[in-house]
């Protein structure tokens, strides 16, 4: 064998060898791209994920915003119709104070003309007294009438 030969044996599996590392990097190189497309792909399907989440998040915030606004005016306006109750009751306590001192007053001036005037019914009780004294006077008058009438017979 000479030397070319050997030479051409040399490269030959030199170039064997090499064409079977390519082979193997590019598998390797391959299913490494592969992994990778992978890990990009789910990357990205969690980003897509993550976006809508911030986008609903977001979209809660401002809704949670808005709701917290309502909140606040509804206590508010919970506020001002209970103060409005407060003064409405403080008023009612005021004005049944004020009903019940004129009942203590009205009730103290029936009492008064009671003793003063003869009271609610002293008309009815004067007509009452007035008319008994005039059944009193005429029951007088016809019994002496009577009298007079016998002592005139019997003087005849």
Sequence with gaps: MTDTEKEQRDLTKRMRLLE???????GDAK???QKQMDTMNALKKENKKLREDLKNAEGSAGLNTKLQGELTTKEEQYDNIQRKIDLEQRKLREYETKVDAYKDMLSGKRKERATTMG????????????????KVLENRLDQALVKFNEALSYNK
């Design 31 to 33: 299913t490494m791209m």
């Design 119 to 134: 009271g609610i019914n002293a008309t009815q009780e004067n007509h009452q007294i007035v008319d008994k004294q005039i």
């Design 20 to 26: 079977g590392n390519r082979r193997s990097y590019a």
